[in-house]
């Protein structure tokens, strides 16, 4: 079994930034993508930011420059670091890492529970 846990999400000013972190756990044999989707209020959870194992990263067009993704294979960790904070950026942040729990070659997708952003004045 293959546990998600995120933090970091919180209330934010226009133009501010936050930083969100997912820790994987549990019996993993190896890690793939790890990457980050975006819930806005009243809409379809969306595709934000994914990095591979070898860090190649790529990102939605509405993020490039303000958002980076990255990750720490030794913690099975993976960050978002948000700058420039807009108020469209609102919304629950999903982890989403493929993961092998029963050998090192079948991955399964998991997620996180989400965590709250707001980008508010």
């Known amino acids: 079994q293959v546990h998600l846990v995120e933090s970091g999400g919180g209330l934010v000013q226009p133009g501010g930034s936050l930083r969100l972190s997912c820790a994987a756990s549990?019996?993993?044999?190896?890690?793939?993508?790890m990457g980050w989707y975006h819930r806005a209020p009243g809409k379809d959870r969306e595709f934000v930011a994914a990095?591979?194992?070898?860090?190649?990263?790529n990102y939605t067009d509405s993020v490039k420059a303000r958002f980076t993704i990255s990750r720490d294979n030794a913690k099975s960790t993976v960050y978002l670091q948000m700058n420039s904070l807009k108020p469209e950026d609102t919304g629950v942040y999903y982890c989403?890492?493929?993961?092998?729990?029963?050998?090192?070659?079948?991955?399964?997708?998991?997620w996180g529970q989400g965590t709250q952003v707001t980008v508010s004045s």
């Open positions: 990095v591979g194992r070898d860090g190649a990263a």
């Open positions: 549990g019996s993993i044999f190896s890690i793939g993508t």
């Open positions: 989403n890492v493929e993961a092998a729990p029963y050998n090192y070659y079948t991955m399964y997708e998991y």
